[in-house]
């Protein structure tokens, strides 16, 4: 079946530029969330969506970073006015249900982001 | 969430069974065992959990000892593609438990 899937795979940008990173989760997955992993490093959370709920925003690290899921599905991580240390591999996972349960997060292969 | 502890690299012989070994010595009693694993340049991939009784899926076998202590992940048959590091952690299901994080795993490299 098909799994999360985020576009584009890779992007280069110059710094101060605006990036929009997409997500599909996998389809009926109720809870969605991002992640960035720099290289070499370890996950690290940026937000979390789960239906109707408000999101927790608590991991974004500054109010560059904004993200949206539209209809409970698609998701948009907006990242403004590019630094350099925001280069990382921004990666999407979604899961089934609430995280009261023990479902599982599956992961898309992310998007490698550049900023010159 | 309990800490896991992991050799750092393993090697194994490609079609022999690889068995990753995962020491969770602090786990609570409602802490589930996650296995994931990351292929170079792609996302992690979940590959099996479990709670207290062996699991075992189109992908490995988690063997979780009785005092759950340490759980074993074993590929029956290792692939060259099977190359990659693997995660083990353990989560408790609610909260805000959902901020995984992975410690350095074990890269585990199959041989041809």
């Known amino acids: 079946g098909a799994g999360v899937s985020q576009s584009p795979s890779n992007k280069v940008t110059e710094k101060g530029k605006d990036v929009e990173l997409r997500c599909d989760p996998i389809?009926?997955?109720?809870?969605l969330y991002w992640y960035r992993q720099s290289l070499g490093q370890g996950l690290e959370f940026l937000i979390y969506f789960q239906g109707n709920s408000a999101p927790d925003k608590s991991g974004l690290p500054s109010d560059r970073f904004s993200a949206e899921r539209t209809g409970g599905s698609v998701s948009t991580l907006t990242i403004q006015r590019t630094q350099q240390e925001d280069s990382a591999v921004y990666l999407c996972?979604?899961?089934?249900?609430?995280?009261?349960?023990?479902?599982?997060?599956?992961f898309g292969d992310g998007t490698r982001l550049s900023i010159l | 969430d309990a800490k896991t502890t992991q050799p750092p690299s393993m090697d194994c012989a490609e079609g022999r069974a690889a068995n990753l070994p995962c020491n969770h010595s602090t786990i609570s009693g409602n802490e589930y065992v996650y296995w994931y694993r990351q292929i170079h340049s792609q996302g992690p991939q979940y590959i099996i959990h479990g709670l207290k009784n062996n699991e075992t899926n189109e992908m490995a076998s988690l063997i979780i000892t009785e005092d759950r202590k340490s759980s074993t992940l074993i590929l029956p048959h290792a692939t060259l593609r099977d190359t990659a590091v693997y995660y083990c952690?353990?989560?408790?299901?609610?909260?805000?438990?959902?901020?995984?994080?992975f410690g350095k795993g074990t890269l585990l490299t199959v041989n041809p």
């Open positions: 952690i353990v989560r408790l299901p609610g909260g805000s438990n959902y901020k995984l994080t």
């Open positions: 389809s009926g997955h109720t809870a």
């Open positions: 996972a979604s899961s089934p249900a609430a995280v009261t349960t023990n479902q599982p997060q599956h």
